[in-house]
């Protein structure tokens, strides 16, 4: 008797899988980058008219909301990245194949925060995006993959053809 590799008994994990790791990987990678780039000492670089690269501790979750909630949050939010990241996993054989690719962006970025708030108790952002004096909230790249993701999540469930999976 055989063993069948794992993706043959989990469906959806070859593609769920590379994209998880391509995501995670760039995301830590980027944000040791930036913190001996930027961080320390603090620097700010403009990269052109719409861009720089900039050092922000995010304590809180997107746009630094609960920024102010303790270790409470900080814990709060590392259970619900592995949480979440997990249910994409159960749930991979009932996805459709933009469904897998959006929830392994999610679940990649989700992770990438999760494993900077383990290690330094906030996140690490360095995007600052901006035209003229109007700047968005710094991010990284887990929050582009989470944004990215969502919007993807969104069209298949807005455009995407029902399966009839029993």
């Not at 590799?5 to 469906?11: D, E, F, N, R, V």
């Not at 930036?34 to 922000?56: A, H, K, Q, S, T």
Request: glycine content about 10%.
């Amino acid at each position: 008797m055989t063993m069948g590799s794992p993706t043959q008994k989990w469906p959806g994990l070859s593609l769920f899988l590379p994209v998880f790791c391509a995501v995670l990987t760039a995301d830590q990678i980027s944000k040791q980058i930036m913190l001996d780039l930027v961080f320390n000492p603090p620097r700010y670089i403009e990269i052109g008219l719409l861009l720089n690269i900039v050092p922000v501790w995010n304590s809180g979750m997107s746009f630094g909301m609960l920024a102010d909630g303790g270790l409470a949050v900080r814990i709060g939010l590392t259970v619900l990245a592995f949480a979440v990241s997990g249910w994409f996993v159960w749930m991979l054989p009932k996805l459709d194949r933009l469904q897998r690719l959006a929830g392994a962006a999610i679940a990649g970025g989700a992770i990438g925060n999760a494993i900077d708030r383990l290690r330094f108790g906030r996140v690490v952002d360095f995007i600052d995006f901006h035209i003229g004096a109007w700047h968005w909230p710094a991010f990284n790249v887990a929050d582009a993959a989470i944004t990215i993701g969502a919007g993807l999540w969104a069209y298949s469930i807005l455009f995407g053809q029902e399966t009839n999976e029993t």
